[in-house]
């Protein structure tokens, strides 16, 4: 089973900034990180996406990010990114990243695509 590891949470003030991260500690040829998504549970609301980031590094943007959020990503280690600046109290919430990513089945010899989530990173903005 494939284990992604989630940080980077915690208790700012508004107007400023985190860097959440979530690593997969697998290497290749065995894991090939694809898509990458973030998205983000307020209390009271339903999960909303946040930004999502192609294989090619094309991101797109909730509107209520873009500007302020920014989503990247070290294929050597594994590991993607959101930094977000400029927080409000609107942006508490837990942070999840969703990882499209191959995993080398050895028995078929075959890579298989596997849907990966976080477990989700507290973050929590005072005004």
């Known amino acids: 089973q494939v284990q992604v590891v989630e940080s980077g949470g915690g208790l700012v003030q508004a107007g400023g900034s985190l860097t959440l991260s979530c690593a997969v500690p697998?290497?290749?040829?065995?894991?090939?990180?694809?898509?990458v998504d973030w998205y983000r549970q307020s209390p009271g609301k339903e999960r909303e996406l946040v930004s999502a980031?192609?294989?090619?590094?094309?991101?797109r943007y909730a509107d209520f990010g873009r500007g302020r959020f920014t989503a990247s990503r070290d294929n050597a280690k594994n590991t993607v990114y959101l930094r977000l600046d400029d927080l409000g109290p609107e942006d508490t919430g837990v942070y999840y990243c969703?990882?499209?990513?191959?995993?080398?089945?050895?028995?078929?010899?075959?890579?298989?695509?596997?849907?990966?989530w976080g477990a989700g990173t507290l973050v929590t903005v005072s005004s």
């Open positions: 697998e290497s290749r040829p065995r894991f090939i990180l694809n898509g």
């Open positions: 969703h990882i499209q990513a191959e995993l080398f089945d050895v028995p078929s010899g075959r890579y298989r695509l596997h849907q990966l």
């Open positions: 980031m192609s294989n090619s590094h094309t991101t």
